[in-house]
């Protein structure tokens, strides 16, 4: 074992990183070996035991704490651990596994004192909090873990957040999304914290990770600075990696580090939400007079950055007020569950509330206040009438997801955050991002991590079945809320506010999620839409109406975005069908909203409710797990059903800002051009650009945009000038287009039918060859993401047909005369959505 070991550990050394944690086969050996330890391996072996195991309900932490409980027991010994060393090892675990053995202890008299010492610190103990402080009533040791709990030790033992922080400016210029911190290439890697770390940069900044590495040699702390920072995918792992570089180690957590300076002009809300989870110091602030290299000093209780010459060079405030908690408590996840032990203690000990912690300074709703649609949606999760902008809130989690190349990531804060059991009703895990094409992790992944949602009463599909936004929305019940560890999870009808993995694994497991309320953005539609042009043209027209009203700018120096942060309302359309409406709130994210959401019709939404019954039915009768959520999901949505009244907007909501698109003035289709999703423009600006890819998929395309292109191509020939990429979302969609005899359209058309899932969209899968021009239907278009130097149009799958007939972008009559022929004559039957409980197979018990 110690042979194998130091061989992994030279061959991750080599590459400047530390060895994996042990896993459990390797733990089970280090506890052998514990017992009688080879002379001379004595401190290795003990340092192996205290500082590289997984922590939690990690497997491997499920064998050190019950080797540890043996010790105590009396069952096992080690002449390097004694049962008072057992008891502070034990105190290292966080939570989970290592509760029992410790509550065991303070009945032990030897052992009470030091057991209640490892207990006081522990806060993830969940319902083992209440048996401590069952056993308080007439124990003494038990009673000073209460009392410790109740006075917030595990808090204030803690160092406050520094008055005064100097650093030295890492600054990359312009914008800094999470591809570049986590490039979609290397997302097999992102479990693993240190090795994904090493792609950090490594298109954006070459080199930055090697120059940060060298000041912090030299003895500096560094902070990450840029223009806009984080724009992009909910990806815990982006800040993984950021931490990786600027953070620091946690004592008894194996390769993660927390801590670390973030400052940017513009952070994007989820960037910066992970950043505050996971124990970093989030600022936003005027950049522009910080270079790369200077020494800065960040005074956090003035609010004044100053350079080496004390000039102050940025002013800030520290918004949340609850930062510097947070900051102290080693993030917000932590502070959270923390507080609610503290307060449990409090109220088992008949103690008023305490008053240590920063309280949030929320606005009280004046008389007649009116709340606008998300604001009601997230007040019924939190009780009341409606939540204002600016509250800090704890909305219930009715949906939670979970994709897959964020999902080890969610499993391992999981188990370190001891969850056994969802407290989330509906906890749903896909596989869409890595089944056409698996790597070896992913392999391996597929195998593990449906099982261990399973265990936890989460459902997970199976690869092959799709992607994950066309799933949940399927088991979603109306006006609730929900999050999801990808950007794009934007409910459409409720509200999803997406996070990272570690918020979106405390969703699951505790059931509600912090929220710091965002403001609403309220786009009014009106008017029809011309003959031609499509819902991907009323996405596109939100940037470039706000763009015409001077609300959004492209240049990414002094940005200016109207939705970065904010919550995109729509209205205006309640007679779309609610796939057609996915189309508009996916399109959030791209906004950089914090959520999104739209008003429907009560038929449209109980028309697809119907349609989801039969669905949910199905998966049951072909065996998905865990069948008892289902279930319950299932009598929710009839629930709903027998009364489906919707919440509507008051007429006297408030917004930051109103934008009113008139849908007759949209004559021609609107594109998001190389490579900003902001940048859009009209077709008559880029007709004539040759194109070498057209890809029709992603979560923004659903079966009618299948079946207009199978009508656009049908009796052309193919042009094999073009590679064509088709992937329709999920293999419900692909089972009807091949019973319509579409797929053999396609396959005259010489197009690439791809699996079921994100394929093309996400670009760690297939990729497009090197600096190709491509017209594409997924959601962004970011510098690498699809292929390195490709330059990507996003738009319509209708005018992405067209497109690859002719190789080039076409004119604005070119494009509507084939609409008009070939897809206006048939739109209702080329429109029409799945509706699982009027078709074969799935009307049974719908």
């Not at 391996?444 to 265990?455: D, S, V, Y």
């Not at 009808?493 to 912090?514: D, E, H, R």
């Not at 609300?551 to 069908?577: A, H, W, Y």
């Not at 089972?735 to 079921?756: D, H, P, T, Y």
Request: hydrophobic share 40%; with cysteine; aromatic share 6%.
């Amino acid at each position: 074992m110690i042979e194998s070991y130091l061989r992994h550990e030279e061959e991750r050394n080599a590459l400047g990183i530390p060895a994996l944690p042990l896993n459990p086969e390797q733990t089970a050996q280090l506890c052998e070996l514990l017992q009688n330890p080879p002379a001379g391996k004595e401190e290795f072996l003990l340092n192996l035991f205290t500082e590289r195991v997984s922590p939690g309900v990690d497997p491997a932490a499920e064998v050190k704490a019950g080797f540890l409980a043996e010790i105590l027991q009396g069952v096992k010994s080690s002449p390097l651990i004694s049962k008072s060393q057992a008891i502070k090892i034990l105190g290292t675990m966080i939570g989970g596994y290592n509760v029992q053995p410790l509550i065991g202890a303070l009945s032990d008299a030897e052992l009470a004192d030091e057991a209640a010492c490892a207990l006081s610190g522990l806060t993830y103990v969940y319902d083992a909090a209440a048996q401590v402080l069952e056993l308080a009533k007439s124990h003494d040791a038990a009673k000073k873990v209460a009392e410790s709990w109740a006075a917030a030790e595990w808090f204030t033992s803690k160092p406050e957040m520094p008055e005064t922080i100097t650093v030295k400016v890492f600054k990359v210029e312009g914008e800094i999304n999470t591809d570049d911190f986590s490039p979609a290439g290397d997302a097999w890697s992102r479990p693993d914290i240190p090795l994904h770390a090493l792609a950090m940069g490594k298109t954006r900044f070459p080199g930055g990770i090697e120059e940060i590495a060298t000041w912090r040699a030299e003895g500096h702390q560094v902070a990450f600075v840029g223009d806009v920072v984080g724009t992009g995918s909910s990806r815990k792992s982006a800040c993984n990696s950021v931490l990786w570089h600027i953070g620091e180690d946690i004592p008894a957590v194996p390769n993660k580090r927390r801590g670390g300076v973030i400052i940017g002009g513009v952070i994007a809300p989820i960037f910066f939400n992970t950043a505050q989870d996971s124990g970093a110091l989030p600022l936003r602030m005027d950049v522009t007079k910080m270079n790369m290299g200077d020494i800065i000093t960040i005074n956090t209780a003035k609010g004044e950055v100053t350079n080496e010459a004390g000039k102050v060079v940025s002013t800030f405030e520290i918004k949340p007020n609850t930062v510097p908690d947070e900051f102290r408590a080693g993030g917000r996840i932590p502070l959270i569950i923390g507080r609610s032990v503290t307060t449990q203690a409090r109220e088992a000990l008949g103690m008023d509330e305490i008053n240590i912690f920063a309280q949030p300074d929320n606005p009280t709703p004046k008389a007649g206040q009116g709340y606008s649609l998300a604001q009601k949606m997230v007040g019924r999760a939190c009780g009341v009438e409606g939540i204002l902008p600016g509250t800090a809130c704890e909305p219930k989690m009715t949906t939670v997801g979970s994709q897959d190349t964020t999902g080890p990531m969610t499993a391992d804060e999981l188990k370190e955050l001891a969850c056994l059991k969802f407290q989330s009703p509906m906890f749903m895990q896909s596989f869409c991002h890595t089944a056409a094409y698996p790597k070896p992790a992913d392999v391996k992944m597929h195998k593990n991590l449906p099982g261990f949602i399973a265990e936890r009463e989460g459902v997970a599909l199976r690869p092959g079945d799709g992607v994950i936004h066309s799933w949940l929305n399927r088991l979603l019940v109306p006006d609730t809320v929900g999050t999801g560890g990808d950007s794009h999870t934007r409910f459409p009808v409720g509200i999803s506010f997406p996070a990272g993995s570690g918020l979106v694994a405390f969703a699951g497991a505790l059931g509600f999620m912090p929220l710091d309320m965002p403001e609403s953005v309220l786009v009014r539609f009106k008017g029809e839409f011309n003959p031609g042009i499509t819902l991907r043209d009323a996405v596109n027209a939100i940037p470039l109406w706000a763009i015409k009203q001077g609300l959004m700018t492209v240049p990414k120096k002094n940005k200016i975005n109207v939705f970065n942060g904010r919550i995109l309302e729509m209205e205006g359309l309640p007679n779309l069908s609610v796939e057609q409406a996915f189309e508009l709130t996916d399109a959030a994210a791209e906004r950089s909203a914090a959520a999104g959401c739209i008003q429907l019709s009560e038929e449209s939404v109980c028309t697809y409710l119907r349609s989801n019954i039969a669905l949910m039915e199905k998966m049951i009768e072909e065996g998905y797990q865990h069948a008892g959520t289902l279930r319950r999901r299932i009598e929710d949505v009839k629930e709903w059903l027998k009364d489906p009244k919707l919440l509507r907007a008051d007429s006297n909501a408030e917004y930051a800002a109103v934008i009113e698109i008139d849908l007759a003035e949209i004559t021609e289709p609107i594109l998001a051009c190389p490579n900003d999703p902001d940048d859009v423009k009209v077709l008559s600006e880029v007709a004539g650009t040759e194109i070498n890819d057209v890809f029709l998929g992603s979560c923004m395309t659903n079966i009618g945009h299948f079946r207009a292109a199978a009508e656009i191509w049908r009796g052309q020939k193919f042009n094999p000038s073009v590679r064509t990429w088709v992937c329709p979302p999920t293999r419900m969609d692909q089972a009807k287009l091949k019973e319509e005899a579409v797929f053999s359209v396609f396959s005259a058309m010489g197009a690439r039918i791809e699996i079921a899932g994100c394929s093309l969209c996400m670009g760690n899968q297939a990729r497009v060859p090197d600096g190709v021009t491509m017209f594409s239907t997924s959601t962004r278009n970011f510098d690498d993401r699809i292929g390195n130097g490709a330059k990507v149009y996003l738009g319509s799958a209708e005018l992405g047909a067209v497109t690859s007939t002719l190789g080039k972008l076409p004119t604005p009559d070119e494009y509507l005369a084939v609409y008009n022929e070939k897809v206006a004559p048939k739109k209702d039957e080329i429109y029409k959505y799945l509706q699982f409980d009027e078709m074969d197979g799935y009307g049974k018990n719908a």
